[in-house]
């Protein structure tokens, strides 16, 4: 059992799972570099003033868009609007969900919950479900049978890998589960992870949801108009996910599975101050694995601190790019292959077990 | 029945922080609140079994270092997702400089 058998079975509950948990890589004891406690006390210090700037600019950037795109429509002269509302509608929500579900974004608790409502409802993701899904992701990042979240699946599939771009498979995932969820059931994975006090939480949401989208259909349809439907719910979902596809993708593709240290399966990678706000610093992405209540804002510092203890960062997303669509390509066929990585002299790789202290 | 134990000394803990203790197998978690009032608990999140001594002190909450979950350390109450059992305190007396928490 110890060796993995090809194909790899992602599911949540199935023989991967099971080798998982049989070889000590489920709820491990993961590398972490040895930064002072101090330190990182003061790096994980809350404040709700960089995150509350950034909402402001976030809110007024859906406003002036959606404002242009809704004044031109339909001439062409509201696509470029569409797609940067798009954007900022399917991609620039992936982190604001993920930054708001760690609770680190903001100092104030309720701050980060109503941001993190509104993102899970722009990207579709249940915001129970998804807690608890991350939650998971957290505890066995990219271990198979265990990570609910791991992106690209091997061997690659080139065409849902592109799809993904148009949030297609994702967007199909997320109109299912919201009329399963609606229904008052989860899927049997999602039982795996989700405890029973927190479900009655999933169907409220999902019914409130379904409401919406139900509105926002008759309204479309009153109206005689797709300019609802372009704005709110499934659409701007798919044709502004792009951006967190080509960033997120950034963060494990064609990197190791099954090992205990994020130094070989998350990759930090240098971008510029457009994509860092659309995407809250999730760039600096070994870092935020390894230390996951340190907030967006401190990244960039937590960054320099973790330097002698990690690889040098991918220069730019397209230089990320060039090591990841070779392996992609190359995991069709040798779904065993991972990119490899080489630490620091003298900074050893975590890759089996240890014993929990 | 008390079984107090010289967890440490109180100069050890900073305002408004939390050290880790280990005695006899068990793991706790000694804490400082910024009113300078010292609290016991286990050591471990009741969530994934992670060291709360890692983890961030602010005012009467602490947060588990790995997936945010957060309890009241006065009182050991889970304060919500992904926590969702509540975590034991101990009692805390002070002697002279040094902390003494009864685990029995």
Not at chain 1, 105 to 126: E, G, L, S
Request: hydrophobic share 45%; with cysteine; charged share 20%.
């Amino acid at each position: 059992m110890d060796e993995a058998i090809y194909p790899r079975d992602y599911s949540m509950l199935g023989r991967d799972a099971k080798r998982a948990e049989e070889l000590g890589l489920s709820k491990a004891q993961w590398y972490a570099a040895p930064i002072s406690r101090a330190r990182i006390k003061e790096l994980m210090k809350r404040s709700d003033g960089p995150a509350i700037r950034d909402t402001l600019i976030w809110f007024a950037s859906f406003f002036i868009t959606a404002g242009f795109a809704i004044y031109f429509y339909p001439s062409w002269w509201s696509v470029p609007f569409f797609l940067s509302y798009g954007v900022l509608y399917g991609s620039s929500t992936d982190s604001r969900w993920h930054e708001c579900g760690h609770g680190t974004a903001f100092k104030t608790r309720w701050m980060n919950d109503v941001v993190y409502h509104i993102a899970c409802f722009m990207i579709m993701r249940p915001p129970t479900v998804w807690r608890w899904s991350h939650t998971r992701h957290h505890t066995d990042t990219i271990i198979v049978g265990r990570d609910p979240e791991i992106a690209i699946q091997r061997p690659t599939k080139i065409w849902g890998v592109i799809g993904g771009y148009f949030s297609v498979g994702q967007t199909k995932a997320a109109v299912k589960s919201l009329f399963i969820h609606a229904a008052g059931r989860l899927t049997d994975e999602e039982l795996t992870y989700v405890p029973e006090m927190e479900r009655s939480r999933v169907y409220f949401v999902a019914r409130i949801w379904l409401a919406i989208h139900l509105a926002v259909i008759a309204i479309a349809l009153f109206m005689h108009s797709f300019l609802p439907v372009l704005l709110v719910g499934p659409l701007p979902c798919m044709y502004g996910a792009w951006v967190y596809v080509l960033t997120g993708i950034t963060q494990h593709g064609g990197l190791a599975e099954d090992v205990l240290d994020h130094r070989l399966n998350s990759r930090t990678v240098m971008m510029n101050p457009i994509l860092r706000f659309i995407y809250w610093n999730m760039n600096y992405h070994v870092e935020h694995h390894m230390f996951p209540m340190v907030p967006y804002h401190q990244l960039p510092k937590l960054y320099e601190e973790m330097k002698p203890y990690t690889l040098p960062a991918n220069t730019s997303v397209i230089d990320a790019y060039r090591e990841i669509i070779p392996a992609l390509l190359r995991q069709i066929k040798d779904p065993s292959y991972a990119i490899p990585r080489k630490l620091p002299d003298g900074v050893a790789p975590m890759t089996e077990p240890i014993a929990a202290e | 029945m008390t079984q107090w134990i010289d967890a440490c000394a109180k100069d050890d803990v900073a305002e408004e922080d939390v050290i880790r203790f280990d005695h006899a197998g068990q793991t706790f978690a000694i804490y400082r609140s910024p009113d300078n009032k010292f609290y016991a608990t286990d050591g471990l999140c009741t969530h994934e079994k992670i060291h709360l001594a890692d983890g961030l002190v602010m005012d009467n909450i602490i947060e588990c270092p790995k997936h945010n979950g957060r309890f009241d350390y006065t009182t050991g109450a889970a304060k919500g997702a992904p926590v969702c059992v509540n975590i034991k305190t101990y009692p805390v007396k002070l002697e002279g400089a040094r902390v003494f928490i009864n685990i029995a």
